[in-house]
């Protein structure tokens, strides 16, 4: 597949709990774990999401209800037609004795991170926290693929109570990691970035800007300080693509460029 937009009817819908659902069609590309394709609705919008899955015969993509266009995806039904396009972007590299953290939505591209890196025989643990049960997506299967699984909520419904920034120093030390992934809300990254730079630890972020073209021509997703554009040279970034990004942790810019 490429940047060429084509429509497929969606073949099963699974929804995990209010406003979160992951959406199945026919396969019709690769994608390594990371990397994203564009969703049309017609009438709508087009929006990046991350593959979370990919099957022999399917590819699964996992959507929260957050606004207008994903609001729309909530209302879709099995037979309706969704333009896609892609895959794009920049995956992830696979590591051995790895952390993965994901937050909220941002557990769906580490799915195929965790399957993959299973499937190299990669030892990992994984560290996933939303702000209430439901909205930690596919628990069991990282259970089931890492060596240990943290779990944490923001009201306490689900593992432990808090944040996943709140133990992971004692993770990192006790699970002897040396590499880490992460993936979620850019206020979790600034606040991992804090705690394991001093360490040395290299990692990779999974970042999310608005994004038109997907094909870095647009220029919409360009990073601030960097001029990487996230559709090409990422969605994922390492310690030394964040060295000159300015802006993490701040608002986005919109569909104008205009900062919020």
Not at 22 to 45: C, E, H, K
Request: hydrophobic letters at 40%.
């Amino acid at each position: 597949m490429s940047d060429l937009m084509q429509t497929f009817p969606v073949k099963r819908i699974i929804e995990h709990g209010p406003g979160v659902k992951s959406f199945y069609f026919d396969r019709m590309t690769d994608a390594v774990a990371g990397q994203f394709v564009n969703v049309w609705l017609p009438g709508i919008d087009e929006k990046p999401y991350s593959v979370s899955a990919l099957g022999e015969d399917w590819l699964e993509i996992s959507v929260k209800a957050y606004g207008v266009f994903s609001g729309a995806m909530m209302k879709l039904k099995v037979g309706d037609l969704v333009g896609i396009r892609g895959p794009f972007g920049k995956g992830f590299t696979f590591r051995d004795n790895a952390l993965i953290i994901g937050g909220g939505i941002g557990i769906a591209p580490l799915r195929i991170l965790a399957r993959e890196l299973s499937e190299r025989n990669f030892r990992f643990v994984s560290l996933l926290g939303a702000a209430t049960a439901h909205e930690v997506i596919f628990v069991d299967d990282f259970r089931r693929r890492s060596s240990n699984c943290y779990v944490t909520t923001d009201d306490g419904t689900l593992g432990k109570k808090g944040l996943v920034t709140d133990d992971l120093l004692e993770i990192i030390k006790k699970e002897k990691i040396e590499f880490v992934y992460a993936a979620g809300p850019e206020i979790m990254f600034v606040k991992i970035k804090e705690l394991i730079d001093p360490l040395g630890i290299a990692y990779e972020f999974c970042l999310e800007r608005y994004m038109k073209c997907g094909i870095g021509i647009c220029g919409q997703c360009t990073l601030d300080g960097s001029g990487i554009r996230l559709c090409v040279e990422g969605p994922v970034l390492n310690q030394d693509d964040l060295k000159a990004v300015t802006e993490l942790g701040l608002p986005h810019r919109d569909a104008s460029g205009r900062r919020v």
